[in-house]
């Protein structure tokens, strides 16, 4: 897929989930999030970037985290999630944060301008990785630091069978290098390409839970990467496609639910 509609694809696609992404993601990704936080260690009046900040589940616990001193910059492509994120802000009265717009592969910012970019969970979609880790060391500051969060292994990912289930229904090519970053050392390699020094990695599992069936499609097909794809299916594609979905996860069901097994991989570094 050409970059420019790799793009557009992303933006339309995050547009249209951000009204189910917290009901399918919040709570089961928020462990790998809060992990990445405290790798940072964030100091009381740090200004940050958050990059592809959805409607701000990372964004906000930084907002906290760098105190009323400080402030937090989120942006993302997709103009439906900084709506929800800035409504979010307006009512909750969040005076130091604000949200944009914008392409993490061109940076509408100031070199030298931050004492923390991060990257939770978006690299993985961009058509040019490289290039969004390159505008991250731009944007921060000498000295400052950046840290970035994806998924790990796709074999080590019980959900993975979303990608194809979808991609045999409707011509997608979303995505097709999506657990790319996370195999061996791709991404502290390109955070050393970027000149990034002080790098350091971690690579973790974690499981993700889901209560039900419902829950656990709201997530795979409405409220990620698949979901502009989704919308093509009609109700008998989607009743197909729904069934093959939960047999794929069914080996993780239990009385409780779902306990999907998920890897994660972040790396951090410093601009020198």
């Not at 995050?14 to 993601?25: K, L, Q, V």
């Not at 760098?66 to 492509?77: A, N, Q, R």
């Not at 103009?79 to 969040?94: N, P, Q």
């Not at 790098?199 to 997530?219: G, K, P, Y």
């Amino acid at each position: 897929m050409r970059p420019a509609l790799q793009r557009r694809v992303q933006r339309y696609g995050w547009d249209y989930s951000s009204p189910y992404y917290e009901t399918g993601w919040q709570q089961q990704l928020w462990p790998a999030q809060k992990r990445l936080l405290e790798k940072i260690n964030f100091n009381r009046g740090d200004n940050v970037l958050d990059i592809s900040c959805g409607t701000g589940l990372v964004t906000f616990p930084i907002v906290e985290a760098v105190g009323p001193e400080g402030s937090v910059t989120g942006i993302d492509l997709s103009e439906g999630m900084i709506d929800k994120a800035t409504s979010l802000a307006d009512k909750e009265s969040v005076s130091n944060v604000s949200f944009q717009r914008m392409d993490a592969e061109k940076l509408d910012l100031s070199d030298d301008s931050f004492d923390v970019a991060v990257n939770s969970l978006g690299l993985m979609y961009y058509p040019d990785p490289d290039k969004a880790i390159r505008e991250m060391y731009r944007v921060v500051k000498p000295e400052g630091r950046a840290a970035t969060l994806v998924w790990g292994r796709r074999n080590k990912c019980g959900w993975n069978e979303i990608f194809p289930i979808v991609d045999r229904r409707v011509e997608s090519d979303v995505c097709p290098l999506f657990f790319q970053l996370g195999t061996g050392e791709t991404l502290q390699k390109t955070f050393k390409k970027a000149g990034f020094t002080d790098i350091a990695s971690e690579r973790f599992d974690m499981t993700l839970h889901f209560d039900s069936d419902e829950q656990a499609v709201i997530a795979a097909f409405l409220g990620g990467a698949v979901a502009l794809a989704y919308r093509k299916f009609d109700d008998q594609t989607k009743e197909e496609a729904h069934a093959e979905y939960l047999e794929s996860i069914g080996p993780y069901r239990d009385e409780t639910g779902y306990d999907i097994p998920g890897e994660f991989v972040i790396v951090f570094g410093r601009k020198g």
